[in-house]
T-cell receptor
Framework: AQTVTQSQPEMSVQEAETVTLSCTYD???????LFWYKQPPSRQMILVIR??????QNATENRFSVNFQKAAKSFSLKISDSQLGDTAMYFC???????????FGQGTTLQVKP | DTGVSQDPRHKITKRGQNVTFRCDPI?????LYWYRQTLGQGPEFLTY????????KSRLLSDRFSAERPKGSFSTLEIQRTEQGDSAMYLC?????????????FGPGTRLTVT
């Protein structure tokens, strides 16, 4: 069975600085997708960035980028120029090409400090 | 393009009562998913539909839970004989089935409290 692990329950960063959130996963499949979702306090889940396993190039969306290491089964999220609005819980998630369901990690609570 | 909507946003019920939640997906999305999220945890998959067909159910979905998507548009999730352990946020998500089918977009959730 596929699993997703986020080993950092809480992190904090100063505004305008860079922070990296870690995620590892376990799977025997070769074709899958990885995502980072953001869930602000009392607000809905927002898709931040996605990575296809067959692509070697790391995905980037504005201030958000990933470091995808397929052999190591690692998928970290880097947030550059952190903003107060980045304060949220961040979830790493996996979906295989065979099923539609997302498998989430436990989440990392990120606090951006002014 | 409106997002995924869920109704109600909050529901308080007494143990043993039945509750029903509704989810309206993004209009062109034919896949619809239900997840359950407890406080401080990641969402857990419950079930999903492609059009009106229910394609997968988690073992978390006991026989007290039933989901339907009768016309391939909105979906309902019913919990019968609620228990305190059912207290959670119930999330709905939708996606396309071709192209960017693995990108799921979430609604605001229905927070259930069983007293």
């Amino acid at each position: 069975a596929q699993t997703v692990t986020q080993s950092q329950p809480e992190m904090s960063v100063q505004e305008a600085e860079t922070v990296t959130l870690s995620c590892t996963y376990d799977t025997s499949e070769s074709n899958y997708y990885l995502f980072w979702y953001k869930q602000p306090p009392s607000r809905q889940m927002i898709l931040v960035i996605r990575q296809e396993a067959y692509k070697q190039q790391n995905a980037t969306e504005n201030r958000f980028s990933v470091n995808f290491q397929k052999a190591a089964k690692s998928f970290s999220l880097k947030i550059s120029d952190s903003q107060l609005g980045d304060t949220a819980m961040y979830f790493c998630a996996y979906v295989s090409s065979n099923t539609g369901k997302l498998i989430f990690g436990q989440g990392t609570t990120l606090q951006v400090k002014p | 393009d409106t997002g995924v909507s869920q109704d109600p946003r909050h529901k308080i019920t007494k143990r043993g009562q039945n509750v029903t939640f509704r989810c309206d997906p993004i209009s062109e999305h034919n896949r619809l998913y239900w997840y359950r999220q407890t406080l401080g945890q990641g969402p857990e998959f419950l079930t999903y539909f492609q059009n009106e067909a229910q394609l997968e159910k988690s073992r978390l979905l006991s026989d007290r839970f039933s989901a339907e998507r009768p016309k391939g548009s909105f979906s309902t999730l019913e919990i019968q004989r609620t228990e305190q352990g059912d207290s959670a946020m119930y999330l709905c998500a939708s996606s396309l089935s071709l192209g960017r089918e693995y990108e799921q977009y979430f609604g605001p959730g229905t927070r259930l409290t069983v007293t």
